[in-house]
């Protein structure tokens, strides 16, 4: 599907932007053009891969729609990642995050509608489901943005793929534990009983060539992923390290997070079916003929929601988990 095809990265030069095109060269596409904003990465990443004649690096915000247009000409596939992703920056700074999230997704709706792309794949988060900050919101708000653009008179198609936290990615949890238990020789831990989906950016990325080689247009496909506790995610990386007498100080939740991130609430479990045991799906309220036929064969999930808090890992195969990301 993708082979000799034009494809669209946008906020390609983050941590999933940097894999999927990692793997996007597997596919041996015509040209990928990697559409952000960061100067300083894009051209760290030119290197990186070797000036690869096929990657096309365009300095753009997804805010401004002239930008996606000119950027959009000719593409087959629209890779969106671009976002604003820490919660404490969106906390502070919602217009921001309204302006790059929300508005920036429908801007990479109106363009790829307007250049006739085939398809549009939406990166989404655990935080969109049940929102309880505004970056949750703002990627909700994309989601249905993006659900609502498959039901228009065009010929381009659209699916969201939600998943949890991706181990290592700019930001990620592993970074700042590794950095206080060597700098500090402590970590912070909001909360004892707070936990969290994992999985690596390999697998993640593995996930979303698969949602979108499959995907009819206008579901959620949502990961099935791995959990743990954050103090056991810690307390491997303590055993791990050379650092020794490692103390743990307990911060209490911050504004707007969740004890247990939530990938499939109760309200959406009611549209939901078990595709495989990689994903399930959420399906539209509303479906097209086309829809309901491709999963009348599935199974409606027996389950309430699907929290983090359930079927945890032990540390052990958090261990496993990281040293397969190479993190340990």
């Given at each position: 599907?993708?082979?000799?095809?034009?494809?669209?990265?946008?906020?390609?030069?983050?941590s999933?932007g940097?894999?999927?095109?990692?793997?996007?060269?597997?596919?041996?596409?015509?040209?990928?053009?990697?559409?952000?904003?960061?100067?300083?990465?894009?051209?760290t990443?030119?290197?990186?891969?070797?000036?690869?004649?096929?990657?096309?690096?365009?300095?753009?915000?997804?805010?401004?729609?002239?930008?996606?247009?000119?950027?959009?000409?000719?593409?087959?596939?629209?890779?969106?990642?671009?976002?604003?992703?820490?919660?404490?920056?969106?906390?502070?700074?919602?217009?921001?995050a309204?302006?790059?999230n929300?508005?920036?997704?429908?801007?990479?709706?109106d363009?790829?509608?307007?250049?006739?792309?085939?398809?549009?794949?939406?990166?989404s988060?655990?935080?969109a489901?049940?929102?309880?900050?505004?970056?949750?919101?703002?990627?909700?708000?994309?989601?249905?943005?993006?659900?609502?653009?498959?039901?228009?008179?065009?010929?381009?198609?659209?699916?969201?793929?939600?998943?949890?936290?991706?181990?290592?990615?700019?930001?990620?949890?592993?970074?700042?534990?590794?950095?206080?238990?060597?700098?500090?020789?402590?970590?912070?831990?909001?909360?004892?009983?707070?936990?969290?989906?994992?999985?690596?950016?390999?697998?993640?990325?593995?996930?979303?060539?698969?949602?979108?080689?499959?995907?009819i247009?206008?579901e959620?496909?949502?990961?099935?992923?791995?959990?743990?506790k954050?103090?056991d995610?810690?307390?491997?990386?303590?055993?791990?390290?050379?650092?020794?007498?490692?103390?743990?100080?307990?911060?209490?939740?911050?504004?707007?997070?969740?004890l247990?991130?939530?990938?499939?609430?109760?309200?959406?479990?009611k549209?939901?079916?078990?595709?495989?045991?990689?994903?399930?799906?959420?399906?539209?309220?509303?479906q097209?003929?086309?829809?309901?036929?491709?999963?009348?064969k599935?199974?409606?999930?027996?389950?309430?929601?699907?929290?983090?808090?359930?079927?945890?890992?032990?540390?052990?195969?958090?261990?496993?988990?990281?040293?397969?990301?190479?993190?340990?």
């Amino acid at each position: 599907m993708i082979k000799n095809r034009t494809i669209l990265v946008t906020g390609g030069t983050g941590s999933w932007g940097y894999e999927l095109v990692r793997q996007l060269l597997d596919f041996e596409p015509r040209e990928i053009r990697i559409f952000s904003r960061n100067e300083s990465n894009q051209f760290t990443m030119k290197q990186e891969f070797d000036n690869n004649p096929k990657l096309h690096f365009i300095i753009g915000d997804v805010k401004e729609k002239d930008a996606l247009l000119e950027a959009c000409q000719g593409v087959d596939y629209i890779f969106h990642l671009a976002a604003l992703k820490h919660v404490p920056v969106c906390e502070d700074q919602p217009i921001e995050a309204l302006k790059t999230n929300v508005i920036g997704t429908q801007n990479v709706i109106d363009a790829a509608i307007s250049c006739n792309v085939h398809s549009v794949v939406n990166i989404s988060t655990d935080k969109a489901s049940n929102p309880s900050n505004f970056y949750g919101l703002s990627k909700a708000m994309a989601e249905r943005l993006i659900i609502h653009a498959n039901t228009l008179n065009t010929k381009t198609r659209f699916v969201c793929i939600r998943g949890g936290n991706v181990l290592g990615t700019n930001g990620s949890v592993i970074h700042v534990f590794k950095k206080q238990i060597k700098e500090k020789g402590k970590i912070g831990i909001t909360d004892l009983n707070m936990t969290r989906f994992f999985l690596t950016i390999e697998e993640a990325i593995k996930l979303v060539f698969k949602a979108t080689f499959e995907s009819i247009g206008g579901e959620i496909f949502v990961m099935k992923m791995p959990s743990c506790k954050i103090i056991d995610l810690a307390q491997v990386l303590i055993d791990s390290s050379d650092v020794e007498n490692v103390d743990v100080d307990i911060l209490g939740i911050r504004p707007g997070e969740k004890l247990h991130e939530l990938l499939l609430s109760e309200y959406e479990s009611k549209t939901t079916i078990t595709f495989d045991d990689e994903y399930f799906v959420i399906l539209p309220t509303s479906q097209s003929e086309e829809l309901k036929e491709h999963y009348s064969k599935y199974k409606p999930v027996n389950l309430l929601n699907y929290n983090s808090s359930k079927e945890l890992m032990s540390k052990d195969e958090i261990k496993e988990i990281l040293q397969k990301g190479r993190f340990i």
